[in-house]
C-alpha cells in the first residue's frame, strides 16, 4: 500500500479534520466526520496508562481482530483505561450516530481498544472493512514535528475517497464499519489510536447473530450459535448449541457458569433465560481490588433474555468454563441431560 500525496490532508479531500478546517465539525457525504471528543490531557494520560498495563500484564495483544489485526489493548478489560475512557462514550455514541443515514439506530460500542502503531513492530494495516456498523476512531497523539516523540507517516486512508485523514489529538473520527479504510505505514516513532466499534443489533438480528456481552469492567463475554469445525457441543439433532467464549482480566482461577432456563417448563416456550454466573477463586492481592471492583460493576447486568428461538438452545443446563493456567486454553464442562461432556474452549487468560 502507497502513501500517495503529504502527510497533510490530501488535495482533493472531501473529508477534512477539525484541526485543518478549523472548524468543529466536518462531514462527508459518506458519513465520515471528524468531532472533538477527549482533553489532549485524557489522550496523554491513556497512552502512559496503556504502555502501563501493557508492561504489566504480557503486553500488547494481536490475536483479536482476525486477519485484519491489530496491536491493541482492550480497554474494557482494565479498569485503569476504562476509567478515562467511559466518560466519553456517550458523547462518541451521539458523534457516531450522525454517520448513519438512520439516526433512529443505536449506536453501543461493544468492541473498544487502543491500538499501537510502532516503527519497530506492526507499522500499518491493510485495507479492510470493519466488521461494525460505524467505528469510531480517536487520535491520541500528534505526528512528530522535527525531534520528540509523535510519529512520521500513518493516517487513516479511505479508499473511496482516495483520501487520507489525520485528525488532531483528541478528535473522532466517525465512519460506517463497510467503508473500506486502512491504517497508512508509520515512518518512525509511534502512533496511538483510541478505536470503537458499534455493533448493530435489531431485535430480529439479535437472534442470529452472536450475543456480545459486557461484564462491566474486566470482563467480555461473547455467546454464539455458530456451528464450526470444532462445536462444543455437538447438535443433537434438534437444534444449534450455544457456546460461550469468556475473556476476562483477574484470576486464571475464576469459573464462569452459562445457565439456560426455559420459561416455561413444558419447554414449550419461545423465551428462554439465559444467564452467566461467575464463580470468583482466591486471587492474588495484588489482584484482588480490581477483581472486587469488576464484580460490583457487573451486578445487575447478568440476566439476558434470548428471542424465539432460543428454546431449543436450552436444552442443556449448564456450561461451566474453567480456565486453565496455560494461556490461550480453557476447559469447559458441560452437562446435558445428565450426560457430562468436557471441551475445549479458547478463553484468554
Ligand atoms: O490506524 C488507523 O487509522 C486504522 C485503524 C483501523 O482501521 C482499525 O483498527 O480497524
Ligand atoms: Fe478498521
Not at 12 to 18: A, D, F, K, L, R
Not at 98 to 127: K, M, P
Not at 176 to 187: A, F, N, Q, T, V
Not at 247 to 270: A, T
Request: aromatic share 8%; with cysteine.
Amino acid at each position: 500500500f502507497e502513501l500517495t500525496g503529504s502527510t497533510d490532508a490530501v488535495e482533493g479531500c472531501t473529508v477534512n479534520s477539525s484541526s485543518v478546517q478549523g472548524r468543529s465539525l466536518a462531514h462527508s457525504s459518506l458519513g465520515v466526520r471528524v468531532f472533538p471528543l477527549l482533553p489532549e490531557e485524557t489522550c496523554t494520560a491513556l497512552i502512559a496508562a496503556a504502555e502501563d498495563v501493557a508492561s504489566r500484564s504480557g503486553g500488547w495483544s494481536t490475536d483479536r481482530h482476525g486477519k485484519y489485526a491489530t496491536t491493541d489493548l482492550e480497554v474494557r478489560s482494565y479498569p485503569s483505561l476504562w476509567a478515562l475512557v467511559e466518560p466519553y462514550l456517550t458523547a462518541a455514541a451521539a458523534g457516531s450516530l450522525a454517520s448513519l443515514a438512520d439516526t433512529s439506530e443505536e449506536v453501543t460500542f461493544h468492541d473498544v481498544f487502543i491500538v499501537r502503531y510502532d516503527e519497530r513492530g506492526q507499522r500499518s494495516l491493510d485495507t479492510h472493512a470493519d466488521g461494525s456498523r460505524v467505528t469510531l476512531q480517536v487520535t491520541l497523539n500528534a505526528p512528530s514535528s522535527s525531534s520528540g516523540s509523535g510519529f512520521t507517516g500513518g493516517g487513516t486512508y479511505f479508499e473511496q475517497l482516495q483520501c487520507r485523514v489525520q485528525p488532531g489529538v483528541g478528535e473522532a473520527l466517525a465512519f460506517p464499519g463497510d467503508l473500506r479504510h486502512s491504517g497508512l505505514e508509520i515512518y518512525s516513532g509511534r502512533r496511538y489510536v483510541l478505536v470503537g466499534f458499534s455493533k448493530h443489533v435489531t431485535a430480529s438480528e439479535e437472534e442470529q447473530e452472536n450475543l456480545h456481552l459486557t461484564f462491566g469492567q474486566g470482563y467480555n463475554v461473547s455467546l454464539s450459535d455458530e456451528t464450526d469445525e470444532q462445536p462444543c457441543i455437538k447438535d443433537g439433532g434438534s437444534g444449534p448449541a450455544v457456546r460461550a467464549h469468556v475473556s476476562w482480566w483477574g484470576c486464571w482461577q475464576d469459573s464462569f457458569s452459562l445457565n439456560v432456563r426455559s420459561k416455561d417448563r413444558s419447554g414449550q416456550s419461545s423465551l428462554s433465560l439465559l444467564w452467566l454466573q461467575q464463580q470468583a477463586a482466591d486471587c492474588e492481592a495484588t489482584e484482588r481490588s480490581v477483581w472486587q471492583q469488576t464484580l460490583q460493576f457487573a451486578e445487575g447486568s447478568w440476566v439476558t433474555e434470548l428471542a424465539d428461538g432460543s428454546a431449543t438452545r436450552a436444552r442443556f443446563r449448564l456450561v461451566q468454563l474453567e480456565a486453565m493456567p496455560k494461556k490461550g486454553l480453557g476447559l469447559g464442562t458441560l452437562t446435558m441431560r445428565g450426560q457430562r461432556m468436557v471441551c475445549h474452549l479458547p478463553v484468554r487468560v
